[in-house]
């Protein structure tokens, strides 16, 4: 009995540096006073109550750690999302580098030019034909493929379109998308 009086005293402390604190309505200081009474009478009840409030607080703490470990769980999974969306950007972008252009890239670009012709016009399948670009020269068709970095890859694509009947190929210069009318691949290559 007297460890339920120090708890009363205690309670009573406590409610009365709360009710302080809070500054309670007459109402809600009538109802802690009943409160207090109904516990003073039933200490049972209060040991229940202490019981319940334990087991309310151990079970939130425990949903609390369990959405905490959710968390962050949710958020390694975010990181580790955001790397691979980068690594695909990544891939991404080298693939768009492969992809083939009529596109005149900045710098010199060596093209090989299969023939120039007034009447045939293959304009219509440049889309379909990405590396094959014609250029119009005074009603004529200037058609040339391929863009190449090393002037003898260039020289060996056009003896090769030469081979399979494209006898008029040969090698151009480009340089920043203008056309050098004055190269001679033979004499880029101290031929």
């Not at 009840?45 to 769980?73: G, S």
């Not at 190449?148 to 006898?167: E, P, W, Y």
């Amino acid at each position: 009995m007297r460890n339920f009086l120090v708890i009363l005293v205690t309670l009573g402390f406590f409610f009365s540096n709360t009710v302080q604190a809070q500054e309670l309505t007459k109402t809600q200081k009538r109802a802690l006073k009943k409160e207090i009474r109904t516990y003073k009478k039933n200490p049972e009840k209060w040991v229940k109550m202490l019981n319940k409030h334990d087991t309310k607080v151990k079970e939130l703490n425990d949903e609390i750690a369990k959405l905490n470990a959710q968390l962050k769980a949710s958020e390694l999974a975010a990181e580790k999302l955001a790397q691979q969306v980068k690594l695909e950007q990544l891939r991404y972008v080298e693939l768009e580098k492969t992809i083939p252009t009529t596109e005149l890239p900045d710098g010199t670009v060596y093209q090989v030019q299969m023939g120039f012709y007034q009447y045939l016009d293959l304009v219509s399948f440049n889309d379909k034909l990405k590396t094959v670009r014609a250029e119009e020269i005074d009603g004529k068709k200037r058609y040339v493929i391929g863009h190449f970095d090393n002037l003898l890859d260039a020289v060996q694509f056009s003896n090769d379109i030469k081979r399979i009947g494209v006898t008029d190929a040969f090698v151009t210069e480009y340089i920043d998308g203008e056309r050098n009318m004055n190269f001679d691949a033979y004499e880029g290559l101290g031929e």
